[in-house]
């Protein structure tokens, strides 16, 4: 590992650590701030909202899959019965219920990587990597590219009811004819078939919606404070450096991210001291909700 690699990955390191809440509250605006808090408050709902969907009846057959297993690891047949009896139960009256469901949500779980860095550090890391792959160098590339990434990614589990039910099934006979190796693998083979979901939310897109958002309510307002004028103007400011972080981590392509930048310069002029009033964000408003929209479809690909 050469030395500018290592003195990247230090910086990138660093740059991560220095996106703490407590560090960017004490340097930025408190609009900003609260931009960002809010883009905090919005994963957190929304990873809860996912967890609402959770199916109890297929997280205990879930369980019992895992307890027979377990069990069987024991040579202990008659506690593995007892499991995968619970574990078809459960799932008989899920499908009483739901003979429709196909994925039944059994669990949920959050990945956040979030950087605090500057455009020009961005973009110098993805050169170094670029070098390192026209050198052969894959795994150095990896590791570069691994650091440039500021998102949340919510995986959820799935039991697919289509075939998992009579896969349970099928194992109780091989635990009865004393089969228990091959009744353990076809119990690690059926807990392969959980099936992931992932949604990735990339941070700058939406901080920078969220920032549009509070300058929106600012510049509609007719009798707003110089105060408020600074902070408008400085939230619109800190939606451009989110935008442009988006854009060099690579959360979309240049050309939808020109007409943004266009559109902010231009609300800047018509928010100039005082001046106020609506319709100003519609644009920028409807080709960031098209481009997160777009990253998520990409996500879930």
């Known amino acids: 590992m050469n030395n500018r690699f290592t003195q990247l990955l230090s910086a990138l390191l660093l740059m991560t650590l220095l996106s703490n809440p407590l560090w960017a509250a004490k340097q930025e605006n408190a609009s900003v701030a609260q931009a960002r808090q809010q883009a905090e408050q919005t994963t957190s709902d929304l990873t809860q909202d996912q967890r609402e969907q959770i199916v109890s009846e297929a997280l205990e057959a879930l369980n019992q899959t895992i307890a027979a297993l377990h069990a069987l690891d024991q040579n202990d047949k008659k506690a593995a019965l007892q499991a995968l009896e619970k574990a078809t139960g459960k799932l008989d009256l899920l499908l009483a219920r739901k003979p429709e469901l196909a994925l039944a949500p059994v669990d949920v779980r959050v990945f956040t990587t979030d ?10 890391a993805r050169e170094a990597a670029l070098d390192a792959l026209k050198d052969g160098d894959v795994q150095q590339a990896r590791h570069i590219l691994a650091g440039l990434a500021s998102e949340v990614e919510i995986q959820v589990v799935n039991l697919p009811m289509g075939t998992y039910p009579a896969a349970i099934k099928a194992i109780s006979p091989l635990i009865d004819a004393g089969k228990l190796e091959e009744a353990k693998a076809a119990l690690q083979a059926t807990l392969n078939t959980l099936v992931i979901d992932s949604s990735v939310i990339p941070l700058p897109l939406l901080r920078a919606q969220l920032m549009l958002e509070a300058a929106e309510k600012l510049a509609e307002d007719k009798d707003r404070s110089q ?4 902070d408008l103007h400085t939230l619109l400011d800190s939606a451009r450096d989110q935008l442009e972080l988006a854009e060099a981590l690579g959360y979309g392509k240049k050309a939808q991210f020109k007409p943004m930048y266009e559109q902010i310069e231009l609300i800047h002029k018509k928010t100039k001291g005082s ?5 100003f964000f519609d644009k920028i408003k409807q080709a960031l909700q098209d481009l997160r929209e777009e990253q998520q479809e990409k996500s879930g690909k």
């Not at 950087?115 to 110098?124: D, N, R, V």
């Not at 105060?227 to 600074?230: A, G, N, R, T, Y």
């Not at 001046?275 to 319709?279: A, E, L, P, R």
């Open 115 to 124: 950087l605090y860095a500057s455009t020009t550090a961005i973009k110098e």
């Open 275 to 279: 001046k106020s009033g609506t319709g």
């Open 227 to 230: 105060k408020d004028s600074m």
